[in-house]
């Protein structure tokens, strides 16, 4: 499977070591006719307005949402999972607004801004070890979306269909099964789009 991670700003080579240790074949993605090849894309944790400025001025707002209308799969991790929502909480404008959920920025609060911490994610067998980094959370979701992980009673993992989004940087460790996971998704979708 060939996955891209949006390389317009933040933690890009983090996601691609993490995506290859997952067996994918990992590529950062800067012009918006690189998606063409791609079975998955990943849009990277770092500051969502910045992400969703660039994106706007790229191309990326409509050539992503076509991505997604294909049946490919997103993976938005910290401000990517902003950049997926339809809305944000305080803000007037979504970027790319393809999942039925609001969203709350940098939603853990001063002493918390960032911590580490083991979850539990349906799909997958043990704890995930989870790095949030001035994380936001899924404050509330539409009937598509299915909750994958909470912490302390907060959303932190949604998926809905062919997108997958979580609050924390799962690139940030040596575990890589949230990307094996997404990496399923991107062979469904393949051979889903085969049929
Ligand atoms: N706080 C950032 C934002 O709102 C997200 C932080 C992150 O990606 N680590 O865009």
Not at 19 to 33: D, I
Not at 83 to 106: P, W
């Amino acid at each position: 499977m060939k996955i891209g991670v949006l390389a317009l700003q933040g933690a890009v080579s983090e996601h691609i070591r993490s995506l290859e240790a997952a067996g994918a074949q990992a590529s950062p993605v800067k012009r918006v006719e690189e998606l063409e090849e791609l079975d998955g894309l990943v849009i990277p944790g770092g500051e969502s307005t910045t992400i969703g400025k660039l994106m706007r001025k790229y191309g990326f707002i409509d050539a992503v949402r076509s991505f997604s209308g294909e049946g490919k799969p997103i993976f938005g991790t910290c401000a990517g999972l902003i950049v997926l929502a339809e809305r944000i909480e305080g803000e007037e404008e979504a970027h790319l607004g393809l999942m039925d959920m609001t969203v709350s920025r940098n939603a853990f609060g001063r002493q918390r801004e960032s911590f580490e911490t083991d979850l539990d994610i349906k799909g997958i067998d043990e704890p995930v070890r989870a790095v949030f980094i001035r994380a936001p959370l899924i404050n509330e979701v539409g009937p598509e979306v299915d909750v994958l992980s909470t912490y302390r009673d907060e959303i932190v993992t949604a998926r809905q269909g062919n997108l997958l989004a979580s609050s924390f940087h799962p690139e940030l460790t040596d575990d890589y099964r949230l990307h094996a996971y997404f990496l399923e998704m991107a062979k469904e979708a393949a051979v889903a789009r085969q049929k």
